[in-house]
């Protein structure tokens, strides 16, 4: 039965659109653009987002500010993604063994290591390369009578493990001497100490650790491997044959937010090192301010080095041809990998 207020109001005439929009067009305006704007916001928020780990080779420091800004900044979330970013045990499994065994969807590795294990069966793929200017160094005392790089010949050198032992090993090999190789750890105590002749530094890292530990430049010999041509492209970005294969899309959009990170970290040095300190600070790092803010600017400028920003990702062709041919001549590596085999441009747009 129809209520008696309705029943009359059927036969009461109705007002057109157009009428009602002359009596009310500020209205009718306003309840239209809310319409568009909000048709234009609705398949983004109603689309779920795509979470996605990623293994960082560290512990949180500078190294990986451009993956912090694209998180705190919401480019992982305007791009779908909720990234979940895990530090490194600087005591445990790599990165790249992390992608092999499912604990991580993304990894950062450097191109040695991840050449090797594809060369021993793990599916990998290179998905686009942060550092384009290699940052290893070998460290001594010139008061220890280390001069050059004969003078390491059966000395104590202390290296790390897994991706960064590759290059000092294929230069040791190359020369024709022996090292007491050391496993390094996270520390430059046995160094300062003396309990090692020569250490594994990076650029951006250890370098300056030395330097606050109050050693001066003129006190250390260094050996810049990239100089010494026995350095190759370190942190890049991998994942497997696999995710790649299934979901081209997505490593695309993770990839662009990451890079796009970086050039808002370079382009904000200063908001970059405050997310940086954050994480130092909530991990209750051994680290501080200063030495975040060299890292930072050095980072700056090993990522930029060939490139630029505009081509920030790029795997240099001759690189990583010059990486196979010394890896397979002094044994690191059984055979050179084609690049076709290898690489996909995810960093470059489709």
């Not at 129809?2 to 059927?10: D, G, K, S, T």
């Not at 808002?264 to 030495?291: C, G, I, Q």
């Amino acid at each position: 039965m129809v209520p008696e207020r309705l029943r009359h109001a059927r036969h009461r005439p109705s007002p057109s659109p157009l009428a009602t929009a002359r009596r009310r067009p500020r209205a009718w305006l306003a309840g239209l653009g809310l319409c568009l704007a909000w048709a234009m916001v609705w398949p983004a928020a109603a689309q779920a987002l795509d979470h996605v780990k990623v293994r960082l080779m560290w512990v949180h420091q500078a190294q990986f500010a451009g993956f912090y800004m694209a998180q705190d900044q919401g480019l992982y979330r305007r791009a779908g993604l909720e990234v979940e970013l895990l530090p490194a045990n600087p005591h445990g499994q790599g990165p790249l063994e992390d992608l092999d065994q499912g604990g991580c969807d993304f990894a950062v590795g450097w191109l040695a290591e991840a050449l090797i294990k594809q060369a021993q069966g793990l599916p990998l793929v290179h998905l686009a390369q942060l550092v384009q200017r290699p940052a290893s160094l070998l460290v001594a005392f010139k008061d220890s009578g280390i001069r050059d790089l004969q003078d390491l010949a059966g000395r104590r050198v202390s290296l790390w493990q897994g991706h960064a032992a590759a290059a000092p090993r294929t230069m040791f090999r190359s020369l024709g001497i022996q090292v007491n190789e050391i496993r390094q750890g996270s520390s430059m105590t046995p160094f300062l100490t003396r309990a090692v002749d020569a250490a594994s530094a990076m650029l951006y890292n250890e370098a300056h650790v030395l330097y606050q530990a109050g050693i001066d430049d003129h006190e250390l010999k260094v050996f810049d491997l990239a100089k010494l041509g026995f350095a190759f492209p370190e942190d890049g970005l991998y994942t497997l044959q696999a995710t790649w294969q299934k979901h081209p899309g997505l490593c695309r959009r993770f990839v662009k937010a990451t890079l796009d990170g970086w050039r808002l970290a370079l382009k904000e040095p200063d908001l970059a090192l405050a997310t940086v300190m954050k994480r130092v600070d909530e991990s209750r790092l051994a680290s501080n301010h200063a030495h975040q803010k060299w890292m930072l600017k050095i980072m700056g400028q090993i990522i930029t080095a060939r490139v630029g920003q505009k081509n920030m990702g790029e795997l240099d062709p001759e690189a990583l041809r010059h990486a196979c041919e010394l890896l397979a001549r002094y044994g690191l590596l059984p055979r050179a990998t084609p690049a076709e085999d290898f690489c996909v441009p995810a960093w470059r747009e489709p």
